[in-house]
């Protein structure tokens, strides 16, 4: 076991990681009967089979995860950033994961659902009243036992309640009633997971914390993993089928509702009654004032509440709210309107046709034609209420009876003239259920396949576009491949997802192998400078990185030479002496000497005297000390296999 310094292991049990596996691997099942699950992650996920049942085990879990080994695992575990668009021309950070990383996340994730149920439960579900909030899912547990089922990790039922609601609070008792939206601003990236951690600690039942060994080790952890993800920023990570950010994100809101609640509270004697629908980011307060309350007591209210809102949501935190937060007094039909207008728009990424549509799948069938031909006709793009219809009369194509009636050889027909004269371009007006409909004519798909290869230069919108019909047809066509590949943003995660695998030969530690990296597996003091000096990589601070990689290759020699006495004489020279009896290079014996003297004289090191001038380490500079830091690991870990015994690390190897 380890016994130096702290580990995911300090909170994150095997039976967690168990339950992280079976949630991942529930979510990539539903991919059969689901489209919302065909996504480039799941249909990755799904294609590594059956290799997936190592990293169930609990060898897996305690080799490569509970002691921490995987943060310097880049290859076997890897978060691979990319864009994605939004709505508008706006772009949206996105993460790919490798399987094991994801059930890494997986696993913080449950452990945070774990920890609050119970809070949620018993404190903040009793203003269930006034409170109405979720998010794409309702995991929970039931004692130790996790509760999830297809339908409780799919968005569409928790969705659907939220805009039902949303549509009876704007048409329903609207005398005296104000709606006010919240728009919160880059929510996901704001989001901060120390301010999670110390208001998780405040409100937790300390027996609760106790038993879940949620202290400041487990804290520091969760910190030090989310940072990692996000490469020292704030915020979550966004990905495809994210239900546990979204989830991450429900909770962390779960205490801004509690502010906004004391503050309508407080408003007792203008306010009649109040109500917050939120899900996730997406907040709406109801508001519907007192009859002794006059026009200037109403106007007075929602200035100041707006005021109140934005200092409690920023420092309390760290929420900034958008100039698209706006109030809508329901009186106003007009206003009424723009604000049933704006339910339609919220969370674009979510597919939910209008549930009270009471018209027959054939007049559905119709005015998707309709939409179709429209869009067609349409000179430019805008952002009118027009479109907006369309949007959700396209989405209806989604819907089962719809679906089914669009596979039939008349309809087949309708749906090759009507893209016959269609600008593929205008594709990217609503992707999904687009391309749901043109993929039902295989002469229409191959044009727009044709399309798409032909493009001379690809945007973040066509990649998108590219992604999303390779997941609906399953990853297949090798001139989209080919395209994509060539689109450098997309390159190294296309690469991972035409090599389906677990892990590898060489899971990404230098260029050592799975059977290599068992020697390091046990020794606390390395793995923790791994983990110091990859966070730092990826923030790209080189002077910190190699403060941590000079301890590392440090730490190394003195785990394997037995020729150590203290580990506190153990200085620079006798880890060139070391080195010098493996038979490593001296060009790379002179650049690690040079490594710890540079070391020693940076910036991050020791301060700058009149008489001495410092600079940071350079990008160039560190990976150059990096690879022959790697060289030198090699020589040491592979030296047994090499040598024979060798002369003073035969016994260091079976430490």
Known sequence: MMDEGPTLSHFVTYALWQDASRLLALEIACQQSNRHFRTLSMIYYRSIGSAVETLRSEEYFRRRVANNLFYGLESEFAALPYVVPKAGLGLRNYTFFTYPLRVVYYSVGLYLLRLSQEYVDAFYDRYRTRIHSGYGGAIRYNGDSLLISRENVYYRKYYKAFRTRMRSEATENRERKVIIRLDLQDYYNEISIPRLMALLAENIKPSRQTRMRFDTTTEEEIVFLFRYLRDGHDGIPQYDNSLVSGFIGHLYMIFGDLFLDDILRAAGDVVESYSITRYVDDIYISVKFAPSATDADQTSFTDEFGAQVADVLFFKLGLRLNPKTRYFRLEDDEQKEELLSGLRRVSPEYVSPNDEDTRT????????????????????????????LRDEVLKQALDKPVAQMLDTKENKARIRQSFSAFDFAKVKIYPLPILVILLKDPETAEAFVQFLAEKPALTTRDCDL?????????????????KLSNYRPMARILEVVQRPRLGSEVPG????????????????????????????????SHSIALNHL??????????????????????????????????????T????????????????????????????VTHDEYRRFRSHVGLCVASIVGYGEHQGDGPALSCALVR
């Open 466 to 482: 590219i992604v999303q019909y390779l997941c609906q047809t399953g990853f297949q066509d090798s001139r989209l491949l080919r």
């Open 361 to 388: 799948p054939q007049e559905r069938v119709d005015q998707v034609f309709e939409a179709l031909a429209a869009i067609r006709d349409e000179v430019a793009e805008s952002h009118s209420p027009a479109r907006e």
């Open 550 to 587: 000079v301890n590392e290759i440090h730490a190394i020699c003195i785990e394997f030479d037995d020729t150590v006495c203290r580990a506190a004489d153990y200085d620079a020279e006798k880890v060139i002496d070391l080195l010098d009896r493996l038979g490593v290079p001296s060009d």
């Open 589 to 616: 014996r002179s650049n690690i000497r040079n490594m710890f003297d540079r070391r020693n004289n940076n910036l991050i090191s020791h301060p700058a005297s009149v008489e001495q001038s410092m600079s940071g």
């Open 509 to 540: 530690y230098f260029n050592l192998t799975a059977s290599q990296l068992e020697k390091l597996s046990h020794m606390a003091p390395v793995i923790q400078q791994i983990r110091y000096r990859v966070v730092s990589e990826r923030m790209g």
